[in-house]
C-alpha cells in the first residue's frame, strides 16, 4: 500500500516544559469548564497538556504541521554529533492515543490496538477528538489482548477491506462479532489469524513475531474461553517491541530478544492500576532490562472515566512526565519520545 511520507519539520532538542505543579491550577480550571460541555462533545480548544521532561532526553519539535487537527513531528534533523553525522533507525512512530499506534518501517504500515471512538462504556476520551481517518490505514493490524479498550470490533471496521489482522488465539469463540469482520465470512472483510506466544508472521517486508505479556488476556472476567495476552516484535529495518498491556516479569528481556525501540505502557484509565500493568515506575524497570535505543510511552493520559478527571486531574496526566524522570535514572543510555496524541517520530534519528 503506497503510503505518503511523513514531513521533517526542524527538531529542537531538549525542549523543557513546566511542571506539573506550576501548572496545576489552570489544568484544573480548565477541568471545571470542561466539566459544562455536553457529554461526548469534543471542542477545537481540546489540546494535550504541556510535558515536562528531564533536559535532553526527549526531542521535540519546535514546529508542527498538522493532518486533521494532530501534529506530525518527525525530528530528523538537530545539533547531531561532530562533523553532522545522523543516523535514523528507519522507523517512524506515530501514538494516536492509549495503546493505538503505527510502526512505519520498511514501506509498510502496521497498526496497533486501534480504539477510535470518543465514548468505550464508562470512560471518555479526555484529550482532542478521535484520530482521523488517515489512522486507519494500515498493511496490518495487531491486537494485543481481547480487553475492549484493545479490542475493539467497531473501530476494526473502520480498516479498509482485505486489511490483515492479527489476534491473539481464540479471539474468535471470545468475541463472536469478529466473525462479521471476517473475510472469509464477509467479503468486505478483514483477513484474519490468529497466533500464539512464538508465532511469526511476515506482513511484506516486516517479519512480526508474538511474545508473551503478563497480563490477563480474556474478554471477561468470567466464562469458559480463554485467549492469551501477547506483545509483538516487528522487525524491518529496526526492531520495534510494542508491548500491548503487560506487568513487569522476570524473563521480559529474554523472551523479547534485542530491540531498538520499546512502546511501552506507562499508565491506564484509571487512577489505580492493578496487577499485571505497568506504572511508570515499572515500565522504566523493564526499559532497563530491555535496554533499546529508544522508547516511547503510551496507554495514558487517554481515556478516563467520566467525571474522575475532574477531581484527581494529576492522575490522569503524570505517568508520562513521571515515566521521562525515571526512565533518566535507571536507564540513562535510552532515548525517550514523549508524544502528544497524533505525533510522529523518528527514533534515534539523532546519534
Not at 473501530?155 to 471476517?182: C, E, K, N, Q, Y
Amino acid at each position: 500500500m503506497a503510503v505518503p511520507p511523513l514531513p521533517r519539520p526542524r527538531t529542537a532538542p531538549g525542549l523543557v516544559r513546566r511542571p506539573y505543579s506550576a501548572r496545576a491550577p489552570e489544568r484544573q480550571a480548565r477541568t471545571r469548564r470542561a466539566a459544562g460541555r455536553e457529554r461526548g462533545a469534543s471542542s477545537p480548544r481540546d489540546k494535550p497538556p504541556p510535558y515536562a521532561g528531564e533536559p535532553g532526553t526527549v526531542r521535540r519539535t519546535s514546529r508542527h504541521r498538522t493532518l486533521a487537527g494532530y501534529a506530525q513531528t518527525v525530528p530528523g534533523t538537530g545539533s547531531g554529533t561532530e562533523g553532522g553525522a545522523e543516523v535514523g533507525l528507519g522507523t517512524v512512530i506515530t501514538w494516536w492515543g492509549h495503546a493505538t499506534c503505527t510502526v512505519e518501517d520498511s514501506g509498510v504500515r502496521v497498526l496497533t490496538d486501534p480504539v477510535f471512538v470518543r465514548r468505550l462504556a464508562h470512560l471518555r476520551r479526555r484529550l482532542g477528538p478521535v484520530p482521523p481517518p488517515e489512522a486507519t490505514v494500515a498493511d496490518a493490524v495487531l491486537v494485543s489482548h481481547l480487553h475492549s479498550d484493545h479490542l475493539h470490533p467497531r473501530s476494526l471496521a473502520r480498516l479498509a477491506p482485505g486489511t490483515r489482522l492479527i489476534l491473539p488465539r481464540g479471539a474468535d469463540r471470545s468475541v463472536p462479532s469478529l466473525r462479521r469482520l471476517d473475510a472469509r465470512r464477509n467479503p468486505a472483510g478483514l483477513r484474519i489469524a490468529e497466533v500464539d506466544a512464538g508465532d511469526e508472521v511476515e506482513i511484506g517486508a516486516l517479519r512480526v513475531r508474538a511474545v508473551p505479556a503478563d497480563h490477563d488476556g480474556r474478554r471477561l472476567p468470567v466464562g469458559p474461553h480463554r485467549s492469551p495476552a501477547l506483545g509483538y516484535v516487528i522487525s524491518g529495518e529496526s526492531r520495534t517491541y510494542f508491548a500491548g498491556d503487560t506487568g513487569l516479569f522476570d524473563t521480559m528481556a529474554d523472551v523479547v530478544g534485542p530491540v531498538d525501540v520499546a512502546l511501552l505502557p506507562v499508565g491506564g484509565w484509571g487512577p489505580h492500576l492493578g496487577p499485571h500493568h505497568l506504572d511508570a515506575g515499572r515500565a522504566a524497570q523493564a526499559l532497563a532490562q530491555l535496554a533499546p535505543r529508544a522508547a516511547v510511552p503510551v496507554h495514558f493520559g487517554t481515556y478516563w472515566p467520566i467525571g474522575l478527571d475532574g477531581v484527581r486531574p494529576h492522575e490522569f496526566y503524570a505517568p508520562g512526565d513521571e515515566f521521562v524522570r525515571k526512565a533518566a535514572t535507571l536507564a540513562p543510555e535510552v532515548t525517550v519520545h514523549l508524544l502528544r496524541h497524533g505525533e510522529s517520530v523518528r527514533p534515534g534519528a539523532v546519534l
